[in-house]
């Protein structure tokens, strides 16, 4: 009954045992959490982790590539996703946060006048002035700095990279941030610049490395997102990535407004459906024939199968879903879908709980511990 996600997929070069992927999340939890919980959404059947926010540069936000500490961690994680049958691919990321502007904020936030939804908001509106001040030579540095992170991650038992393209990435594609003057600025394809010789630096150093791309598409007629690609743009950016070496794309909703527009509820007023941010990979697939993956609110095998089956998406990369039933893969494979946990999307203890640095949980969690 569901052939289709059963089925092994060449995604982007790396062979896959079925069609589902877990999506890149910042899980909030303590190493040793971490890698508890990434082993076992692994053991649930699903064919590839997405370890989000790997950080490119020594010094940045998340366990570094470069340090003892880091490495450690990043080892314990590919082994313990190896182990369970699954591939595992590390989202490489630059921040675009200011931090001075961050420890400007610091004692508002430490005294709670300024909430964290609030802290976002204020650092949100740095990004345009702070990445369009970088000095080029500083933004090449660390474009570089892409292809020598992606050697680190293979070092340390990745299988694949995925270029995060929001972040710097998408506040360098956008021109509601980039407002620069240089070649790094300006049109779509300038604006293009930044990603392009990301995953260009990777393809150098690593000529046969299959190499994802989050595609963060911004929405426009309403507003949704502010950094990434406007959708009238993506005829520009993705000949682009695919000339510089990208294999596959990942595609979503832009980030850099609220998370409960990356990471909709059920009653959220345009993305509450399921399948959410699929439309934008129709976009997309009128534009590559290269692999791929959906995401946005995913939970129903029938409709997941469709999705896969008429071609619209290649793979199905589900968070939530997986934070609710870990075995979502390996009961749709056996039949079982009776037994699933569906995620109703409340978005009480997953995004509440990364909101309140309780880390990613799931409201299934307390029922299942009375």
């Known amino acids: 009954m569901y052939e289709t996600i059963a089925s092994p997929f060449n995604y982007g070069g790396l062979a896959l045992k079925n069609r589902i992927i877990f999506a890149p999340t910042s899980l909030g939890l303590s190493k040793e959490e971490q890698v508890e919980r990434l082993r076992r959404i692994a053991a649930g059947g699903c064919a590839m982790i997405i370890i989000g926010d790997v950080p490119v540069l020594p010094h940045g936000f998340g366990p570094s590539l470069y340090s003892r500490k880091g490495a450690a961690f990043y080892r314990a994680v590919t082994d313990a996703v190896h182990q369970e049958g699954a591939k595992v691919c590390a989202q490489l990321h630059q921040s675009d946060s200011n931090l001075k502007a961050m420890v400007k904020y610091l004692p508002g936030v430490l005294t709670k006048r300024i909430s964290m939804e609030e802290l976002r908001t204020l650092l949100n509106q740095e990004v345009g002035p702070y990445i369009t001040k970088l000095p080029a030579q500083k933004v090449a540095r660390i474009t570089d700095a892409f292809g020598t992170a992606a050697e680190r991650a293979m070092q ?5 990279v995925q270029v995060h393209g929001d972040r710097m990435c998408g506040s360098f594609s956008s021109a509601l941030f980039n407002h620069r003057t240089d070649d790094y600025g300006g049109g779509a394809e300038n604006r293009a ?8 630096a990777i393809r150098r150093r690593l000529p046969d490395l299959p190499i994802d791309f989050k595609l963060a598409v911004r929405q426009e007629e309403p507003r949704y997102g502010a ?5 009238s743009e993506l005829p520009v950016f993705i000949p682009l990535l695919e000339q510089a070496g990208v294999t596959s794309f990942h595609v979503t909703l832009a980030n850099h407004t609220s998370l409960t527009d990356t990471i ?3 009653n959220h007023p345009e993305f509450g459906a399921e399948g959410c941010f699929l439309k934008f990979c129709d ?7 290269l692999p791929i993956c959906g995401v946005g ?7 997941v199968e469709i999705q896969l089956r008429s071609g619209r998406i290649d793979c199905a990369a589900m968070s939530r879903q997986l934070t609710a039933d870990p075995d979502w893969p390996r009961k749709v494979l056996e039949g079982r879908t009776q037994e699933i946990h569906r995620c109703v999307r409340c978005n009480r203890a997953c995004l509440g709980g990364m909101m309140a640095h309780q880390g990613v949980h799931c ?7 009375r």
Do not use: C, H, N, W
């Open 156 to 160: 340390l038992g990745f299988d694949m």
């Open 193 to 200: 610049r930044f990603a392009v010789e990301a995953v260009s």
């Open 227 to 231: 950094a990434g690609i406007v959708e």
């Open 264 to 266: 909709p509820p059920r």
């Open 283 to 289: 976009q997309v697939r009128q534009l590559t024939r």
């Open 297 to 303: 609110g995913l939970t129903d095998p029938d409709f």
């Open 363 to 369: 409201i299934y969690e307390r029922k299942e511990s």
